[in-house]
Nanobody, 118 residues
């Protein structure tokens, strides 16, 4: 399967944690290594927004709303991208998408649902 696949979503109470995983086994390793990796989220009735980005060089940037709470990381050997989410807030709820843009194609996963109750 070429499309990345997200997992790890679920329902948590505010203050809880989740770790999302994105499996990109269908992407050629060299392409995966050379590409940036992004996590987006989309809440009901809102536009999809960039939550975290990891450059090909390993530099991470975050949306202001998740700084100091979320951490993006990767495992090149496994071709996986992770998003550790701590101290979750109700406003973090939504569908989270893994995105890997390459020179020839923009890869998107189907998303994983995150629900945060207050």
């Amino acid at each position: 399967q070429v499309q990345p696949v997200e997992s790890g979503g679920g329902s948590v109470q505010a203050g809880g944690s989740l770790r999302l995983s994105c499996a990109a086994s269908g992407i050629i390793s060299s392409v995966f290594w050379a590409s940036s990796k992004n996590w987006y989220r989309q809440a009901p009735g809102k536009q999809r927004e960039l939550v975290a980005r990891l450059s090909s060089e390993g530099s991470a940037t975050y949306a202001d709303s998740v700084k100091d709470r979320f951490t993006i990381s990767k495992d090149n050997a496994k071709k996986r991208v992770y998003l550790q989410m701590n101290n979750l807030k109700p406003e973090d709820a939504g569908v989270y998408y893994c995105n890997i843009p390459t020179n020839t194609r923009d890869y998107w996963g189907p998303g994983t649902q995150v629900t945060v109750s207050s």
